[in-house]
């Protein structure tokens, strides 16, 4: 299973964009402008039509408002989430929960649980945003992209490996917040993924995984392909890299 025509951006952090092959634009988890790790190029994307959102905290959500407002775009995520930023004026929202599938302009999202808090910050306060999830994203071809958002690993992670069988799974592994690299690599053990792309690592000091690690972590793990992808490269088709000039 590969990309076809679809294209995947990672714009660092948790922040990838998605080409479909029918030409839409997703983003998922959209912190471009103050994200010190998105290359300047794609902090102001041309088009946006969905923004796939994992959870609340700032590093995720931080240009939904901005994006939804100026665009139009729909925001896709779990209810309490997706209901502040209706509130706040995005104008379409789908709001779900762990288990659900939507179907978006012919991209099937699952909504899976993940191991992390969801708060919002509004102003001063924090409010409640649900729960912090992950997805399995069902591409136009098939292909089957799970985002974990951010999360420990959990032992459910085998059930999404059972039920979906991800081609690609795109996992944290800067610790602290997160999983760090051991755990990554029993997260791809519990998935049975053979290709995986580390996120949400070295944008603060304190997010110390790095892809290095997750290797020596999974030297015992034949087939196994960890896509170390930088910020503003693409993969697309048989997962070609494009680097960008
Ligand atoms: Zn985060």
């Known amino acids: 299973m590969n990309l076809g025509s679809a294209e995947l951006t990672y714009c660092g952090h948790a922040t ?3 080409k479909t092959a029918s030409g839409k634009r997703w983003l998922i988890d959209p912190w471009l402008e103050q994200n010190p790790a998105c290359p300047t190029r794609l902090k102001n994307p041309a088009a946006v039509d969905t923004l796939l959102i994992t ?12 994006l939804a407002k100026k665009h139009g775009a729909t925001c896709v995520g779990i209810f309490e989430t997706v209901a502040w930023l209706q ?30 808090s969801c708060g919002i910050s509004d102003g001063d306060e ?7 999830a992950g997805y399995v994203v069902t591409l136009e071809n098939g292909l089957r992209l799970y985002h974990a958002g951010d999360t420990a690993v959990f032992g459910d992670m085998r059930l999404i490996g ?25 997260a791809i053990r519990l998935l049975g993924v053979k290709t995986v792309i580390p996120m949400h690592y ?5 997010l110390t995984g790095t892809p290095g690690a997750l290797h020596e972590h999974t030297r015992d ?18 997962l070609k890299r494009l680097v960008p000039a």
């Open 55 to 66: 959870h609340a905290h700032f590093d995720h959500i931080g240009d939904a408002l901005r």
């Open 162 to 186: 059972e039920l979906f069988k991800p081609d690609i799974a795109c996992l944290p592994i800067g610790g602290h917040y997160t999983m760090d690299p051991l755990q990554a690599a029993h």
């Open 126 to 132: 924090i409010v409640y945003g649900g729960e912090a």
């Open 87 to 116: 509130k706040k004026g995005a104008q379409k929202i789908v709001g779900f929960n762990k288990g659900g599938t939507v179907d978006v302009d012919g991209i099937k999202v699952t909504m899976t649980d993940a191991r992390h």
């Open 221 to 238: 793990l034949s087939g196994l392909q960890i896509i170390d992808l930088k910020p503003g490269e693409t993969l697309t088709g048989e």
């Open 202 to 206: 070295g944008t603060f000091p304190v």
């Open 16 to 18: 990838f964009a998605l």
